[in-house]
Antibody, heavy 117, light 108 residues
């Protein structure tokens, strides 16, 4: 079945970077777009960016521009999201989600990233 | 781009119908039909309930329906059940993605 399996929880210090992975299975990885969405504790969903897995084109939210990088390894059917210059406000659950066109039909279970000194 | 506007909470009794609204602008919700709705139970990942304003993915109950009028999209849940208690988020695709602030549905 179609699924996205994300990497495990991370604890980082302020100023560090984190890289979260999202391994896809059950479908043709390069035929879809992968989004990254985060949710701080008790807060709303917040879109970070997407990557077209077929050609590597990316688009990022202005809020994260310059701090976030989304990549793929098509040979491993895996997407990655790297967020740099971490601060306490980046403590959140980070989700990857497959997109057909404008809507996200399959989601990973989420990766908790905690930023604390 | 600002978040789409949703009421913070709504409630209803089992068997009733409720509607959750999502207000944007003519540049997002009102400008196209790329509006989707997600259900999120506590501690779980979001689940797609409605896409392209009114389409239901396979496996989603037909008690869930979507519509749009002008700059406001709506999600209606009929025959409320206890398991419908969750947070609901609307979303609009405009090249980038806008989410609403979320509406917490309480089933009394």
């Amino acid at each position: 079945q179609v699924q996205l399996v994300q990497s495990g929880a991370e604890v980082k210090k302020p100023g560090a970077s984190v890289k979260v992975s999202c391994k896809a299975s059950g479908y043709t990885f390069t035929s879809y777009t992968m989004h990254w969405v985060r949710q701080a504790p008790g807060q709303r969903l917040e879109w970070m960016g997407w990557i077209i897995a077929g050609n590597g084109d990316t688009k990022y939210s202005q809020k994260f521009q310059g701090r976030v990088t989304v990549t793929t390894d098509t040979s491993a059917s895996t997407a990655y999201m790297e967020l740099s210059s971490l601060r306490s406000e980046d403590t959140a659950v980070y989700y990857c989600a497959r997109s057909s066109y404008g809507y996200m039909d399959v989601w990973g279970k989420g990766t908790t990233v905690t930023v604390s000194s | 781009q600002s978040a789409l506007t949703q009421l913070a909470s709504v409630s209803g009794s089992p068997g009733q119908s409720i509607t959750i609204s999502c207000t944007g602008t003519s540049s997002d919700v009102g400008g196209h039909n790329y509006v989707s709705w997600y259900q999120q139970h506590p501690g779980k990942a979001p689940k797609l309930m409605i896409y392209d304003v009114s389409n239901r993915p396979s496996g989603v109950s037909n008690r869930f329906s979507g519509s749009k009028s002008g700059n406001t999209a709506s999600l209606t849940i009929s025959g409320l059940q206890a398991e419908d208690e969750a947070d609901y988020y609307c979303s609009s695709y405009i090249g980038s993605i806008l989410f609403g602030g979320g509406t917490r549905l309480t089933v009394l």
